[in-house]
């Protein structure tokens, strides 16, 4: 059964949240460069289905705090001043000046696909990001003190590129950070996908929440449904991409640091060797004109309690280019009133911690709608062990919660602890999500 949404409701949701992701991104109330708008255009390409192998970053590690004032700038949300400070004075020791010094030890993701640009093919490091629609890529144009940290795009040294005459992009956070620059049409390179003509953005600069990141060479956005933040409008590289696939979806099979498989990401078709095992996949529709993988779920449960927590509000972004995930406070105050001892700490802005030992982490549950077709509802438990994201390196045996509170109401963003726990399939053609649990290792 779908969840039914009173006007009222609807309202709220437009003011509470398509408010605070407008000024994130500059949404649009249209979406003329959408998937569906360039789909059957493109008969004569050869349809094919490709994995990209992630690599884990060898230089990852993990900085809690800083993940999360890094979710919190990305989805509009405030970051609190203590967070800030504590952040500056985690910073590294060893001479280095200036945020961008400071926040590049701390700030390393753990999911990096090396993706071509250009004639020949130059790769880089990129996020794959299911939480923008963007792909843009430091490059020679980069300012240099940003620059210094990345491998560039040389865009001089393709034969292909070719500029965007006054064309411009820019992406701006909540807090007022900003990365921007200038337009490129060259060839992109997926795999063995290769994409005559995309919409390349070149960085001119960025602030540092963004530059910080030196493993980092760009962002490949593949957010559903979601304009390019450009002038003039450019397709976005998740349309052009489709008319190549096989099937217009792609799958994501996130693992945790613990686990030794190799995480990817497949494009155009569903491998049967990559859920043999698992549950059946579970689909639920994306909400009505999403802009992001956004979807309705109908509730929580923490194990061991007697309880399903269950909320018609409830809705969430399946971002893999946020690495926690962040739920409204009663959500944080339900899961972590289960968990003996843990505490908000001010210092770090109201960061959920617990004691590292002595006990295990309840499983989190989530409830999904029903599928369409009455298809029976599904329960997707991430496991305790993912609920604990780090361990403090200060002595005090402290560890940081994987799931942080924000302040969003029911509205929440599904990062990548939670997609570890899953199977998931983004599917642009049938405007849905797919989850299955997965069958995970056993702890290490
Ligand atoms: C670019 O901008 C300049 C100055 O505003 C203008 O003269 C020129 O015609 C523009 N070019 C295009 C292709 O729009
Ligand atoms: C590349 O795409 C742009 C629009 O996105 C188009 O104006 C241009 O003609 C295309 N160039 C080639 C060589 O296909
Ligand atoms: C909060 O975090 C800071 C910085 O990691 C740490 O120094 C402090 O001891 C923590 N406080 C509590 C109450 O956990
Ligand atoms: C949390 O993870 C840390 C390692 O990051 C580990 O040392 C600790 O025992 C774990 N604690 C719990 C309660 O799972």
Request: overall charge negative.
């Amino acid at each position: 059964m779908a969840v039914v949404r009173a006007p009222l409701c609807f309202l709220l949701f437009v003011l509470v949240i398509l408010y605070p992701l407008a000024i994130a991104f500059h949404l649009p109330h249209e979406n003329p460069q959408g998937p569906a708008a360039h789909r059957g255009k493109f008969s004569n390409i050869a349809r094919r289905s490709v994995t990209l192998d992630l690599k884990r970053n060898p230089n990852y590690n993990p900085n809690g705090p800083a993940e999360y004032a890094r979710a919190l700038r990305k989805w509009g949300a405030e970051v609190p001043q203590q967070l800030v400070h504590s952040l500056a004075a985690m910073g590294d020791p060893g001479g280095k000046t200036g945020e961008v010094d400071a926040e590049s030890i701390k700030n390393d993701r753990e999911y990096l696909s090396r993706v071509g640009f250009g004639t020949p093919l130059q790769w880089l490091n990129m996020d794959l990001d299911t939480g923008s629609a963007d792909v843009w890529v430091y490059s020679t144009e980069t300012q240099p003190e940003v620059a210094k940290y990345h491998t560039l795009w040389k865009m001089e040294e393709s034969s292909t590129a070719k500029k965007v005459e006054n064309g411009s992009w820019m992406i701006t956070y909540g807090d007022g950070s900003a990365a921007w620059g200038n337009i490129y049409h060259d060839t992109v390179s997926l795999a063995s996908i290769t994409i005559p003509n995309a919409t390349v953005e070149s960085a001119l600069s960025a602030a540092p929440p963004l530059a910080g990141d030196p493993d980092l060479d760009g962002i490949f956005g593949l957010s559903y449904g979601l304009p390019s933040l450009t002038t003039p409008p450019q397709q976005t590289l998740l349309s052009a991409l489709l008319p190549h696939l096989e099937s217009p979806l792609f799958t994501v099979d996130l693992h945790h640091h613990s686990s030794h498989k190799p995480s990817s990401y497949t494009f155009g078709t569903i491998p049967a060797s990559h859920h043999t095992g698992h549950a059946p996949l579970h689909y639920t529709r994306l909400i009505p004109q999403a802009q992001y993988w956004q979807f309705a779920y109908r509730g929580i449960h923490v194990e061991g309690q007697e309880e399903w927590y269950i909320n018609p509000l409830f809705n969430a972004i399946a971002d893999t280019g946020t690495t926690l995930m962040l739920l409204s406070r009663p959500t944080a105050e339900l899961y972590y009133g289960s968990v003996p001892g843990a505490w908000r700490n001010y210092t770090l802005g109201g960061i959920w911690t617990f004691p590292c030992s002595g006990y295990k982490l309840p499983d989190f549950e989530i409830g999904l709608v029903a599928d369409i077709g009455g298809v029976e509802e599904a329960v997707i438990a991430v496991p305790g062990r993912y609920m604990n994201y780090s361990a403090f390196t200060d002595g005090t045996g402290t560890c940081m919660g994987g799931l942080q509170e924000w302040g969003y109401d029911e509205f929440g963003i599904f990062g990548d602890v939670f997609l570890k726990a899953v199977y998931a399939v983004f599917d642009v053609g049938a405007a849905r999500i797919g989850f299955a649990q997965k069958v995970l290792e056993p702890e290490v």
